[in-house]
C-alpha cells in the first residue's frame, strides 16, 4: 500500500502530524452532458464553468503534495468530460505518491473511460483503479432522471467491459444515490442490478442537501431508511 510513500511518515501524519494529504478530492470541471434533477451544480450560472485547473497548474500542485498522498478522487460534473483527465492523471503519478485513483462517472463517455484504464495501467500497473459507475435506477426512470438517452444501456455496457478487461488492479462498481426519486423504490432497484445485470460491485452515497438543490423535509426520513437498508444490503453482498 506504501509503495511509494514513506510508511513510518505517512502514518505519523495520519495520526499526529496531519501536515500533508493522505487522499485527495479534485474537482477536474463542473461541466457535464446530464442535468440530473438532484444536481447540487447551479448550470444557469455562467461562473460555474470558470476555474478549472490547467495542466500546468495540476503540475505545480501536484510537485507541492508532500510524500503521503495515497489516493485521489477524479470528480465534477462529469470528469471524463476533460479531455486530457489521461495526462491529469499520470501528473498525479508522476509528481505524487498515489497508489489509487477513484473516478465517479455518469459512463455516457465508454470510449474514453476504456481508453482511460487501458493507457493508465499501462503508464503505471501498480496503480489502482477504481471506476465508480452512477446508476440510481431502473432502465426507463435512470434515463429520464438523468435526461440522456440510453444512458442505463451505456453504463451497464461500461461496468461488463470494465469487469471483461479481469485485471485486478481495474475494479469497476456500481454506485447508486440515495434520493426522493428513487428511495420508494430501492429495494427493487438493489434486486435488479444484482439478480437481473449481475453487478456484483455496489456502492452507495446519499443525495447532497446543497448548492440549488434541496432535500423536501418530507422526504428525508424515506430517503434515510432507504439508504440505511441498502448500506445493510450491499453488506451482505460483499460477504457472500
Not at 442490478?193 to 423535509?217: A, H, L
Request: aromatic residues 8%; glycine residues 2%.
Amino acid at each position: 500500500m506504501f509503495e511509494k510513500a514513506k510508511v513510518v511518515k505517512t502514518i505519523s501524519n495520519i495520526l499526529i502530524k496531519k501536515k500533508t494529504p493522505v487522499s485527495l478530492i479534485h474537482f477536474l470541471t463542473n461541466r457535464c452532458n446530464a442535468r440530473c434533477s438532484f444536481c447540487f451544480i447551479d448550470f444557469d450560472n455562467p461562473k460555474t464553468f470558470a476555474g478549472e485547473l490547467n495542466l500546468k497548474e495540476i503540475e505545480k500542485l501536484t510537485s507541492n503534495m508532500g510524500d503521503t498522498l495515497l489516493n485521489v478522487n477524479f470528480t465534477g460534473g462529469e470528469p471524463f468530460a476533460r479531455k486530457d483527465i489521461v495526462d491529469i492523471a499520470k501528473i498525479y503519478i508522476k509528481n505524487t505518491t498515489i497508489q489509487s485513483i477513484y473516478i465517479t462517472t455518469n459512463a455516457s463517455l465508454p470510449e474514453r473511460i476504456l481508453n482511460f484504464v487501458k493507457e493508465i495501467n499501462n503508464f503505471n500497473s501498480k496503480i489502482e483503479l477504481n471506476i465508480q459507475i452512477s446508476i440510481d435506477d431502473l432502465p426507463e426512470r435512470h434515463n429520464a432522471v438523468r435526461k440522456i438517452e440510453n444512458l442505463f444501456e451505456s453504463c451497464l455496457k461500461t461496468y461488463n467491459d470494465l469487469k471483461d478487461l479481469n485485471n485486478e488492479k481495474i475494479k469497476p462498481s456500481v454506485s447508486i444515490t440515495v434520493t426522493e426519486e428513487n428511495c420508494s423504490n430501492i429495494k427493487t432497484i438493489f434486486n435488479y442490478f444484482v439478480n437481473d445485470c449481475k453487478i456484483t460491485s455496489i456502492k452507495c452515497c446519499i443525495v447532497r442537501d446543497e448548492g440549488v438543490y434541496k432535500t423536501p423535509q418530507d422526504k428525508k426520513d424515506r430517503i434515510l431508511a432507504a439508504y440505511t437498508w441498502l448500506t445493510d444490503e450491499i453488506k451482505k453482498l460483499k460477504a457472500k
